[in-house]
């Protein structure tokens, strides 16, 4: 049971324009939401993250939208670079003790120069 | 700050073997988890430690067990490996186990089951 899905497997974008990467969740008891990028041959680094209680998060060029009604949220990157190519993971937990991380399959970002 | 480290980074073991993969966390980091990583599958949580104790765990069969530590250090076992067990094994750590923490990850320990 994919409880986080990621259900476009690649994106391909231009450099300097926006990028969309969505993720949407079936677990309505997740209420803390994670973005994590991964290059080859090294481990995934946390991106942003979003609280339930917020709709809309920002850091830079990165921001973390979340529709709990619909269950979804988005990773929007403006604008793109050739460096943010990598593979992008959404990830979802419920706050509290014991609460794993589940991760959604992942997407392929490529931003072309 | 010295980061999530995992050993080996590599290995090739042939089926019926086990292994023993070694995770250290970042200083201060009482919590480790394990995932596994193959191509079309993303992360698949395989367990979680906390002061020496599983919190967590996920659908793997008993062939995967793991054990964390006094110094938080964990270590994760697969025996009677099959092909299908080749993947990275990525290790992440952090501060404790409540699901809003941002875990950070090593490198991985690349497994492959000839």
């Known amino acids: 049971d994919q409880q986080v899905k990621q259900n476009s497997p690649s994106l391909s974008v231009q450099e300097g324009r926006i990028s969309i990467l969505n993720c949407d969740y079936t677990?309505?008891?997740?209420?803390?939401f994670l973005w994590y990028k991964k290059y080859p041959a090294e481990g995934p680094t946390f991106l942003i993250s979003?609280?339930?209680?917020?709709d809309k998060n920002e850091d830079g060029r990165f921001t973390v939208f979340l529709n709990k009604s619909a269950k979804h949220l988005s990773l929007h990157i403006v604008p793109s670079q050739p460096g943010d190519s990598a593979v992008y993971f959404c990830?979802?937990?419920?706050?509290?003790?014991?609460?794993?991380?589940?991760f959604g399959k992942g997407i392929t970002l490529s931003v072309r120069p | 700050k010295a980061g999530v480290t995992q050993t080996p980074r590599y290995l090739i073991k042939t089926r019926g073997q086990q292994v023993t993969l070694s995770c250290s966390p970042i200083s201060g980091h009482r919590s480790v988890s394990w995932y596994q990583q193959t191509p079309g599958q993303g992360l698949q949580f395989l367990f979680e430690y906390f002061s020496e104790t599983q919190r967590n765990k996920g659908n793997f069969p008993g062939r995967f067990s793991g054990r964390q530590f006094s110094n938080s250090r964990s270590e994760m076992n697969v025996s009677t490996l099959e092909l299908g067990d080749s993947a990275l094994y990525l290790c992440?750590?952090?501060?404790?186990?409540?699901?809003?923490?941002?875990?950070?990850f090593g490198a991985g320990s690349r497994l492959t089951v000839l």
């Open positions: 990830a979802a937990s419920k706050t509290g003790a014991n609460s794993k991380l589940t």
């Open positions: 979003i609280s339930s209680i917020k």
């Open positions: 992440a750590s952090s501060l404790d186990h409540s699901g809003a923490n941002v875990l950070t």
């Open positions: 677990n309505s008891m997740f209420d803390y």
